[in-house]
């Protein structure tokens, strides 16, 4: 099946920093999401981006899908922006995502 | 808010009982996804049902079960629980591309 990798494993942030994490993926997809895992272990949509860019406030992506990764930035990180962050796709012709391991990202004040 | 419930969002339960989680898509959604997050095996799709019909099933145990009824709610039933299937269960819906989750139940199996 598609493999979904994501990095960095861990990242640590000082409020107001930028960061960019990445989402490699070993096949053609028709759907790519972006999500935030808050603390509470909620799973917040970011984005439905399978191609293209899409920016939402300080958070934007991009997927390159001919070359099968996409990038989530984070710009002027805040504190409520710590958590996991996952990177899930879809392979054509399938109906189930498959979810990468994720970025842990904390953010201090 | 996802528009996506699911109850109840914590359950505390004994090894070798049964459980049942309960799903409530979106408005108008006729897809249903569960997913089950474990430490050990991350998030993965355990069973989608559309319209009421079984469309695809993933790395699902046999103790578990699931189904959609009529209104388009969706149950999935876990039985002969085992330490291991400890876990956060998430359901999804969708009318189309985009998957949106609900708030998840954490199942503890003690």
């Known amino acids: 099946g598609i493999q979904v990798e994501q990095s960095p494993p861990d990242l640590i942030l000082q409020e107001g920093a930028n960061s960019t994490l990445r989402c490699n993926f070993s096949?053609?997809?028709?759907?790519l999401q972006w999500f935030h895992q808050n603390p509470w272990g909620q799973l917040i949509n970011l984005f439905y981006?399978?191609?293209g860019t899409k920016q939402n406030g300080r958070l934007s992506a991009t997927t390159v899908a001919t070359e099968r990764y996409s990038l989530l930035y984070i710009s002027s990180s805040q504190t409520t922006d710590s958590g996991v962050y996952f990177c899930a796709v879809r392979n054509t012709g399938f109906q189930k995502l498959v979810f990468g391991t994720g970025t842990r990202l904390l953010v201090s004040p | 808010d996802s528009g996506v419930t699911q109850t109840p969002k914590h359950l505390i339960t004994a090894t070798g009982q049964r459980v049942t989680l309960r799903c409530s898509p979106r408005?108008?959604?006729?897809?249903v996804y569960w997913y089950q997050q474990s430490l050990d095996q991350g998030l993965q799709f355990l069973i989608q049902y559309y319209n009421g019909e079984e469309r695809a099933k993933g790395n699902i145990l046999e103790r578990f079960s699931a189904q959609q009824f009529p209104d388009l709610h969706s149950e999935l039933n876990l039985s002969s629980l085992e330490l291991g299937d400890s876990a956060l269960y998430f359901c999804a819906s969708s009318a189309g591309s985009v998957q949106y989750f609900g708030p998840g139940t954490r199942l503890t199996v003690t």
């Open positions: 096949d053609s997809v028709n759907n």
């Open positions: 981006i399978p191609s």
């Open positions: 408005s108008g959604d006729l897809s």
